[in-house]
């Protein structure tokens, strides 16, 4: 079973940006669906957005518009692109494969 393992997570301010990796254990290539998810605080975890193998991608509306999924299947790796960064944004990011979750990754936003 492929294994994830996320990581560029850190503290940034409000309306800064970061970029998330996913790198996985094996090829991804016939993997159809990549996602990240994240769990703030307090809250349960939430979808963000999935790139699929067929080049399609999907955000949740929260995010529409500031993220940005990606996939390199020859590095087998999935980014993610946050732009514009609010607090609201701050949580653990786990990037997800065929059902394996990585350990996730701390993204810290302040006011």
């Known amino acids: 079973q492929v294994q994830p393992v996320e990581s560029g997570g850190g503290l940034v301010q409000a309306g800064g940006s970061l970029r998330l990796s996913c790198a996985a254990s094996e090829s991804i290539f016939k993997i159809n669906a990549m996602n990240w998810y994240r769990q703030a605080p307090g809250k349960q975890r939430e979808w963000v957005a999935t790139?699929?193998?067929?080049?399609?991608?999907d955000y949740a509306n929260s995010v529409k518009g500031r993220f940005t999924i990606s996939r390199d299947n020859a590095k087998n790796t999935v980014y993610l692109q946050m732009n514009s960064l609010k607090p609201e944004d701050t949580a653990v990011y786990y990037c997800?494969?065929?059902?394996?979750w990585g350990k996730g990754t701390l993204v810290t936003v302040s006011s």
């Open positions: 997800n494969a065929e059902g394996a």
């Open positions: 790139a699929t193998s067929g080049g399609n991608t």
